[in-house]
C-alpha cells in the first residue's frame, strides 16, 4: 500500500508480535513514523487494520499538522 502504512512481523520465540506504522507528514515530506505494536494472541491482522488503522493515521494526521503550525509559529517569532 506504498507509504501509507506497514506491517512488520517480528517474533520472539516466546511472544508473537507485529507492528503497525503509518507516515507523519509535515509539509508534504515524511517526517517520522507513528507505530503500533500489538500481541498476535491478542488481535489479528484483520483486527488490527480494520480497528485500529483509521485512528492512527488521524492521530499522525494530527501529529503532522501540529508540527506544521508549530514551525509556522516559530518562523513567525523569528521573523518578529
Known sequence: VGSEM???DRSRAD???SVLAVPV???NRIFAPLALRYLESALS???VLDTLL???RDTAREIGHACELA???TQANNTN
Open 25 to 27: 507528514f509535515v509539509n
Open 54 to 56: 483509521a485512528p492512527l
Open 6 to 8: 506497514c506491517i512488520r
Open 71 to 73: 514551525q509556522g509559529e
Open 45 to 47: 491482522a484483520r483486527e
Open 15 to 17: 511472544l508473537k508480535q
